[in-house]
């Protein structure tokens, strides 16, 4: 087993940044690769930005150039940098993580707010 707990969400203007992190613990060792997704009311959760265990990274056409995915082996943990926020970015962010096996992780959420 897994456990992601994410943190860093809030209220932000349109135009600021606001940063995510998502620890993670237990069964760690087989996590090859490490992500973001958003769901935002009414709509299904979408992939927002991944992060392989080489350090491999991908985004979704929408945050390319705005967002920021890092992690930090040693402490476990994941990163969003998220610039430039739009008020579409509104959202809940999870955090996930898939294992070697396909074993795929989810964390509680951290609500993120853009306002105009």
């Known amino acids: 087993q897994v456990q992601l707990v994410e943190s860093g969400g809030g209220l932000v203007q349109a135009g600021g940044s606001l940063r995510l992190s998502c620890a993670a613990s237990?069964?760690?060792?087989?996590?090859?690769?490490m992500g973001w997704y958003s769901q935002a009311p009414g709509k299904q959760r979408e992939l927002v930005a991944l992060i392989s265990s080489g350090g491999r990274t991908n985004y979704a056409d929408s945050v390319e150039g705005r967002f920021t995915i890092s992690r930090d082996n040693a402490k476990n943990t994941v990163y969003l940098q998220m610039d430039s926020l739009k008020p579409e970015d509104t959202a809940v962010y999870y955090c996930?993580?898939?294992?070697?096996?396909?074993?795929?992780?989810w964390g509680q959420g951290t609500q993120v707010t853009v306002s105009a």
């Open positions: 996930n993580a898939l294992q070697i096996g396909g074993s795929r992780y």
């Open positions: 237990g069964n760690i060792f087989n996590i090859y690769v």
